[in-house]
């Protein structure tokens, strides 16, 4: 399993906890929020492979009501990138 | 003694994680960036609580050039925490339909022509002066606070006359009878924050997914974050909250009493009551003869002989719900350890026996102990946004006074009439006539004994609502000695049939304060100009109230001579607040809630200061000024923890009770079918109600474009087997009669909503198809509200799909 810690900055029309409720419909478990600072949102996510965090990184970026995602923290010893894990 | 839970390398990794991020977030964050979102390009931003249901969510409203420009939920506000429903996102453009009302028209010839506004009031005025005692004034749970106060005013304090009644009569009216038998006061005791505490979620024939969703979503954000919540949905269809459910109880429509008396039954059976709570808090009452809304005091055995019947199979054999459902809700509410809220909204309340069934909710929660602790809480929601903080906390219903208080009582009349400034006996003793009356009543020729000749409707649609409209409405025309003027923001088929219609700011356009369902009181201020000469409903009473004090009507001025809305700046000099020109030289709102707020103690219904719902994203009261000057909002009523006003050591204290002994009502009411059912003729039931996307009427919503496109027309839903035996399809047109009248509407089959066999449903939000020519007029003996989801219709297929 691999573990990132992102700090997403939520863009300027859209309410927080908005994106928070998409985020939590998309992630389910393998999502944990902090709490909110301002328009910036402090989250985890735990995926299978460090491949499949940072396809979720590109995923997240190109979100409605995202403006920016900052990775902040990427768990090192992870397993290397398995072909055929990207997230549809 | 807890013992820490075991740290792996997983959760020390996504601790840190979170740790990292969360002191990035943090370093690059400041305060101000929650205040509000940010200024951009010469958007100003301000709050404003939503114009639609009762949730009450705030919105932050951005203006730019005196038009509503964009629109955010307000993260600061505790309802809706930033979130909107999808009505909620698009509210800032319910202002600019094409075809807003910008000119008082006066009908003549059959036709509606431009006048000035001197000339509307002194219509208004002659009409009033003629005989006052036949003007009627029909008002809404839509008016702000300080609006509806004005018309209360206007016509107990002023006119002597009682014939003021609310929309909110066909909406919540049985919601406030059952409060009142139960606890001697209206309004829930909990609040939403019983929604983030609840492990069992019961709706009662309600779709809060729908009617409620930013509400719903509290409780389903909550599982989706994987806290374990039951979701029971009691219903005579299934619909969108269906599909959140564990458990779905399906059943006969009016049949929900013989369901709430089953539980009754099962608890005293299993000995699974709260034994010490009912005996510390509850007293019984059951049905009086003559039927009064207090009925007569019973005792424990007598009320468990009368629930006695009511078996899980005899609940089952009349309601349809099996006997295991019967028997899994009774020893849910059995539980102590889990905490359970009961939702309802119009399936409890717009039924012909809604006080009753009221009451019996209550009762369950009563004798079950699932009462005060934040999660056990029978809660009623409005569909209005100010059904509780205007029609039922000012009292603007035929029967009452503001704060609580009743025409009929002496005490209650002096009270008012000593706040008012008005001579002793000014207040009219005899109740007015509810809402079907009023309108009956205007329908009626002179000659047949009708005795309102002259009715103002502001901020409603009745020749949309009302039920049996070719009888409550329609049957006005042709009558030339009746007059009606409306106050309204678009055409609506109410000015379609008015003598009189003015143009009225609407929402932002003005300042105003709503109160919602958990008792929270709200403020805004006016943000955009409204457009042409439309101007404030309350302005309008106001203007036409001074009318009649230059004529010489004694009602307009108080004992001292003054006028009954005397304004006065800070220096003490009378502003002229009647002349639209100088209406916003000072607060009139805050002038008129800083007097209405003086009620509000009797019942403990206690409002702060204006300045303070000024600061705030609402308060719910009784709001208390603390030792440091501060004012604190009440969230649980009747529970020490958190009411002010319950004794020291009572834990529970009902201190309303209707038998002044601190005790709630548990009720025993028996189950009766109700007035019409399906028969040969007419073999289906016919439930009316709401969608998403429109608010009631669609007066507002309708003129939303992705809205409207969303869902355009309304539609009868017909379960499959019914359409097949029909040979109806998906689309095709069919006919819904009822002995009352009937409409045409397209048919949709596996909607969102799935009614069972002999069973249709049929939105009211289209003017085009008024499914209100074709609903009953029965109402509860009690509230006198009228029942709107049960009465028999029969179906034909008329056409093929029209589109």
Redesign the interface.
Known sequence: MAVSGLVITVADATPVARLRAELLRQLGPALELGEACGNRLPVVIETATQALGSAWVERLTAMPGVRHVDVVFVELDAPAVTRGEIPC | MLTPPELDR?SF??G???A???A???R???????AQ??A?DGVVWNKAPCRFCGTGCHVQVGVQHDRVV?I??D?QAEV?????CVKGYHVGQILYGPDRLTTPLLRHDGELVPIGWDEAIDVIAERILRQPERFAFYGSGQWTIPEGYAAQKFMKGGLANNHIDPNARLCMASAVTGFLATYGVDEPAGCYDDLDACDVLITWGNNPAEMHPVLF?RVI?RR???ESVMLIDIGTRRTRTTEFAQHYLEFRPHTDLAIANGIAHLLIRDQTFAADFVARHCAFRAPSDPPTLNGRAISFEEYQAMVAPYTPEYVEQISGVPAADIRMLAALFGRRDLRITSLWCMGMNQHTAGTAINCLVHGVHLLSGHFGRPGDAPTSLTGQPSACGTVREVGTLAHALPGGRLVVNEDHRRQCEELWNLPAGRINPAPGHHTVKMWQSFCTARADGGDIDTLWVQVTNPGQTLPDLHRLFDARQGKDDKFLIVSDVYPTATTALADLVLPSAMWVEKNGMFGNSERRTQQWFRQVMPPGDARDDCWQTIAVAHRLFELGCEGMQDKDGRFLFDVRDDSGEVVPVWDWSHYYNVNVDRHLFEEYRRFSRLKHKDLAPYAEYVRARGLRWPVVEQPDGSWRETRFRFAEFDDPYVKAGSAIQFYHSVTKDDRAQVWFHPYAPPPEVPDAAFPFWLCTGRVLEHWHTGSMTRRVAPLSRAVPRAYVELNPDDARSLGVHNGELVRVESRRGAIEVPAWINGRGRPPRGSVFVPFFDERRLINQVTLDAHDPFSKQPDYKKCAVRLTRVAADPR
Do not use: E, F, W
Request: proline share 3%; hydrophobic share 40%; aromatic share 0%.
């Open positions: 997983r990794m996504k840190a994680a979170l990292a991020a969360t990035v977030a943090q690059t964050g400041t305060a101000d960036d929650q979102p940010a951009n964009a955010a939920g993260v809706n925490k930033g979130l909107l979503s954000d989706s974050r994987g």
